[in-house]
């Protein structure tokens, strides 16, 4: 059954953390504008960012307009939310450069082009950059008292800290509040959305509209994506996982939501896809009875690598996933062996002993430690355990020659199912 309203849509997918009062008669009643912020700290937006993009992406889809505004003023102080400590302060040209890199990975949730309600994208930098200390301190500052400003989670929570908080930092808040209401004049914004982390600053905004311009204005957050282990979705032992294929390869981001539990797969279904509740539905079911078989991760990692980076670099990402289960390496390049197998042990083997009629396998498989001696690998060999590039060879005469390397750079060895071994082509 289809929502009837943009609100309807979030509450069902549990999107609806918190809001203010009067938000879901708002959506029925008329098209409103609505914007989320991001910031700017880096070339590329990250999985944490997900959460805001799709938000804003269905409010587009229920007719209403979406601003995606960049931090380019803001980015340069930061937001003490979910902060232990303060930020590194960047300069106003890696802040340009950043905006300028993400602009791209927008348009691939959000429609700018599409008549009556297109996505805005708008840097925050333009007036804030522009406006006068003083007139700043009288127009905004003079509206928010230092015990509301304490009082907010993401204050009182550093200043319960020994390292503090910085007097820019603790001016965010008026800064986002500014925000809102140079939205509000310029494009009739009245709806601010964003993380749970968000509520202290998004109802400042709705505070100085509401005393400045006699208007009212409204807020949503959404509860913030953690994983199994209760971790801020995207921050992982290796690091953050990138919309930017260049930093977080298609495979890689594939293999990110593939690995997630049963226990936050559903609700990162309702997140993060368009399917439908019929068909979470049934995923949920398949869940419950046949978790072994992951139906409901591999949909999840199958509508989200889709949505990031298309359709091809989906159906790489998963002939890249099946090579680990012994599936067809050929059509692969060095760059994808290398992403695939870079948690398998590996070796570095002069290329020269690949040349003329190479290298016996055996001597290989014993030297990678697949085999503790050759007459093992011949044992191996003889009861069909032994592969090259997932290709079963049984000749324990067989050699491994520079034309087995892909793109002459990588040889992979695998005994049995899945004991791998990567070997590296060095000069």
Excluded at 40 to 50: R, Y
Excluded at 338 to 367: C, K, M, Q, T
């Amino acid at each position: 059954m289809a929502a009837q309203s943009a609100f309807d849509e979030f509450c069902w997918r549990g999107l609806v953390y918190d809001s203010t009062e009067g938000l879901s008669d708002a959506l029925v009643a008329e098209k409103v504008t609505v914007y989320i912020g991001f910031d700017p700290t880096a070339d590329s937006l990250q999985v944490g960012n997900l959460l805001a993009l799709m938000g804003l992406a269905r409010m587009q889809r229920f007719g209403h307009s979406p601003i995606a505004l960049a931090g380019g003023g803001t980015g340069m102080i930061g937001d003490p939310g979910g902060k232990t400590s303060e930020r590194q302060l960047m300069s106003i040209d890696q802040v340009q450069a950043n905006v300028e890199a993400i602009k791209l990975q927008l348009a691939r949730y959000l429609d700018f082009e599409v008549r009556g309600n297109p996505a805005r994208l708008v840097n925050n930098a333009d007036w804030l950059l522009n406006v006068p200390m003083m007139a700043f301190l009288r127009d905004v500052g003079k509206h928010f008292t230092v015990s509301y400003m304490t009082s907010k989670d993401s204050v009182k929570t550093r200043l319960q800290r020994e390292e503090g908080i910085s007097y820019a930092e603790f001016s965010y808040m008026l800064l986002q509040a500014y925000d809102f209401q140079q939205l509000f004049d310029r494009y009739g914004c009245t709806l601010q959305a964003g993380g749970s982390d968000q509520w202290g600053n998004i109802t400042a905004g709705v505070e100085l509209i509401r005393r400045t311009r006699d208007a009212r204005a409204y807020g949503l957050v959404y509860p913030l994506a953690t994983d199994t282990e209760g971790v801020k979705l995207g921050k992982t032992v290796r690091g953050a996982i990138w919309l930017d294929a260049a930093k977080t390869s298609p495979f890689r981001y594939y293999q990110f939501w593939l690995n997630q539990g049963d226990d936050v797969v559903i609700s990162f279904l309702k997140y993060f896809t368009w399917l439908d509740q019929e068909a979470i539905v049934d995923l949920e079911q398949k869940l419950e009875a046949h978790p072994e078989r992951r139906d409901a991760q591999r949909a999840l990692a199958q509508e989200v690598t889709r949505l990031t980076h298309g359709e091809t670099a989906l159906a790489k990402a998963e002939q890249a996933s099946q090579v680990l289960f012994g599936g067809e390496i050929a059509g692969l390049d060095a760059s994808e062996i290398a992403d695939i197998f870079s948690d398998v042990p590996s070796s570095d083997v002069p290329r020269s002993r690949f040349e003329g009629n190479g290298s016996a396998l055996i001597d290989l498989f014993e030297e990678a430690g697949l085999a503790r001696s050759k007459g093992e690998a011949r044992r191996l060999l003889s009861n069909g355990g032994v592969y090259i590039n997932n290709i079963q060879v049984t000749d324990p005469a067989r050699a491994v020659a520079l034309q087995d390397a892909t793109d002459g750079q990588f040889i992979v060895l695998r005994k049995g199912k899945k004991q791998y071994h990567l070997l590296r082509l060095v000069e």
